[in-house]
């Protein structure tokens, strides 16, 4: 029988399945407890934790991206936030525009930063961000394009490994620094903020709120289906043969620097998505999204989650942000050496991640069970 | 030997590491279905060789043509591989988290491009082609086992496999039985000729015994260039061979 498409996208394995349940489950009661519960009720769920779920799930799709590069190709990405900036940035500058002359300077064309600085004119790089359909354009093109001149630059002569990594550290630390330059023209230091509307619908509207949410959680769960797609389509077979054993794969007559720039620039894309989704829930993009502490941030989600697999880079992401949450609220210097703290213990005690504990235990079950069948059977022989 | 038989032709190449010749002034010609036996010293150049022709390592000198007018020196490694020149590596090279299957077809001829592996469906034809590489390396039970999961020989093998599915003209193949049992060689032997009724082989080995038991024409290798071509009974009687290889 013919599988259709869904179904072996989302549920031909546990984790899939879980996490299509999970996210559909909560898209649909996350909102609904929030608008139709009154707020008395012991079941109503606040607009901040609205807020706060939707943020993980951006958090989540980042580390789906991160995972295809890192879990997939091998390509230990230390710059993955960058692409998750950009797209936040082009976001925040389509936010910007929707202000229009509501600024504190109440300039109809310029955002108050550029007021403040004294700019005369839009500088062209602004121009067409009020369109949204430009903006959405930019959301994927702005770290496609950063992604394609990096991979095609460094796969072209080779660079792999560490060094890769260090280079992708230090492609983030540059763009961190630039847009921490007010002449760089996307606010400096303070980046972009106090955004009103999208699409014309008011940010601080709970309705507004929770259909970031649902756009959140369906951005999420077809990330998913599209990594997905790719992981188990062949270019997803030759994608993983690039992980264990690139030159087998050229001197089969594979480009396989092509292939990892694809890859490359649609995990870019989606680490973009994330990042622009993530915008209008947090009201705020600065410069601190280009942190290297950032990007080495997501990598450990992924690690303790269970990178290869796709949904274990998805529980990474909401275990340890709910951590954070946790421990930032109780003890927030500490926080760094607890994560700090988990990614060792990760690393040396579950290489595998979360998932793969789950793994092991249920592979050892069926063990234990097949044991005891054939125990079973040459008792009753 | 005319030149328009040959399919494989290396004139007076040369290569050099940090000042060290590793190929010297060498000149090969291998022919349409010709077995090839190429031996030689532990850092004679053999594996030298096989970078060269794949264009792994640029020569500094000479000519490399693959049929009467292909210029390899030119090309970068995947161009020569679709060109049709297979490759077995010295340190056997399979895919170990694939299966066997997977192995063998990734190895398929044709589809090298990212959108038709994007959209591939394998067809009856190929599952025919898998199953008969399949067939021909004696690795019928492990189908779907993880590559990684086999024995170093079967490896070898498998990696054999995954040459004969990519259907090249020419095979180069660095030492296929290093670690293989007595009977694991034998079989190779086998493998190794039959391939040759089809396509060019070229085969390095140090196995002097499994070399003699498939050898037409063997090239003695010596520091970067021919010291001897011949049958292995010439080979074997030649007094330079004698003198620096073969020589107790
Ligand atoms: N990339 C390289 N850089 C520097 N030296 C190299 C390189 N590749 C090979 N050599 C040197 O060139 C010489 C020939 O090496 P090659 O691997 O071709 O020998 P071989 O005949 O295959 O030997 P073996 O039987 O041990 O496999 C050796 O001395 C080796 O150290
Ligand atoms: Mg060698």
Request: aromatic share 12%.
């Amino acid at each position: 029988m013919e599988k259709s498409l869904i179904q072996r996208l989302l549920l031909s394995d546990t984790g899939s399945k879980i996490l299509t349940i999970v996210i559909i489950f909560i898209a649909i009661v996350v909102p609904v407890l929030n608008l139709l519960v009154p707020v008395d009720s012991p079941l109503h769920i606040s607009t901040y934790t609205v807020t706060l779920l939707g943020k993980y799930l951006c958090y989540a799709l980042l580390a789906l991206s991160v995972d295809l590069v890192w879990g997939y190709l091998g390509i230990l990405s230390l710059g993955h936030g960058a692409f998750f900036a950009l797209g936040g940035y082009a976001m925040g500058m389509y936010l910007m525009r929707q202000i229009g002359d509501r600024g504190v300077y109440g300039n109809p064309l310029l955002p108050d930063f550029m007021v403040f600085l004294n700019w005369g004119s839009l500088p062209w790089y602004w121009f067409g961000f009020d369109h949204f359909p430009l903006a959405l354009l930019m959301m994927f093109a702005a770290p496609g394009i950063l992604a394609f001149v990096f991979g095609w630059l460094a796969f072209r002569s080779r660079v792999t490994g560490v060094y890769l990594s260090i280079m992708t550290q230090a492609m983030t630390y540059a763009l961190m620094l630039a847009f921490f330059q007010n002449d760089f023209g996307f606010g400096g230091n303070n980046g972009l903020t106090d955004f009103k509307e999208i699409l014309g619908f008011n940010l601080q509207d709970n309705t507004t709120r929770c259909a970031l949410f649902v756009a959140s959680a369906v951005a999420l769960l077809s990330g998913y289906a599209f990594c997905k797609y790719i992981a188990q389509s062949r270019l997803g077979s030759l994608v993983m043969a690039i992980r264990d054993s690139e030159s087998r794969v050229r001197f089969m007559g594979y480009r396989d620097e092509h292939i990892k720039l694809f890859i490359f620039v649609i995990s870019a894309m989606l680490a973009g998505i994330a990042g622009a989704l993530y915008v209008p829930q947090v009201g705020i993009i600065n410069p601190s999204e280009f942190a290297p502490i950032r990007s080495i941030e997501l990598v450990i989600w992924v690690a303790i989650g269970g990178r290869g697999t796709l949904y274990g880079a998805v529980l990474g992401a909401f275990v340890v942000n709910y951590a954070k949450t946790f421990f930032t609220a109780w003890a927030p210097e500490a926080w760094l050496f607890i994560l700090g703290g988990i990614f060792v213990f990760v690393t040396v005690f579950m290489p595998k991640g979360l998932v793969g504990i789950y793994n092991q235990a249920r592979s050892r079950n069926t063990r234990k069970k097949s044991m005891k069948e054939s125990q079973a059977n040459i008792r009753n022989s | 030997m005319e030149k328009n038989e040959s399919i494989l032709y290396l004139n007076n190449v040369s290569v050099s590491f940090d000042g060290f010749k590793a190929i010297n002034e060498l000149s090969l010609y291998i022919d349409k279905n010709e077995l090839r036996c190429i031996i030689g010293a532990n850092g004679a150049g053999k594996t030298t060789m096989m970078d060269i022709i794949t264009g792994k390592t640029k020569p500094d000198e000479g000519e490399v043509y693959f049929g009467d007018h292909i210029d390899l020196t030119k090309k970068d490694e995947a161009e020569i591989a679709n060109l049709g020149i297979g490759r077995k590596f010295q340190k056997p090279t399979v895919f170990e988290n694939h299966s066997v299957f997977e192995n063998l077809q990734l190895a398929l001829e044709g589809h090298r491009n990212i959108l038709s592996n994007l959209f591939y469906e394998l067809n009856e034809d190929q599952r025919n082609k898998i199953d008969s590489s399949l067939e021909t390396i004696g690795l019928e039970a492990e189908k779907y086992r993880m590559a990684g999961e086999l024995s170093h020989g079967q490896k070898q093998w498998l990696e054999i496999g995954m040459l004969i599915t990519q259907n090249p003209q020419v095979l180069l193949v660095d030492e296929p039985v290093a670690g293989m049992t007595h009977q694991e060689s034998e079989r190779t032997a086998e493998l190794l000729t039959s391939l040759a009724t089809r396509h060019s082989v070229v085969v390095v080995e140090h196995d002097m015994e499994f070399v003699r038991s498939i050898a037409r024409r063997v090239t003695v290798l010596h520091q970067g260039s021919v010291l001897a071509e011949g049958t292995m009974d010439k080979i074997q009687n030649d007094r330079k061979v004698i003198e620096v290889y073969l020589g107790d």
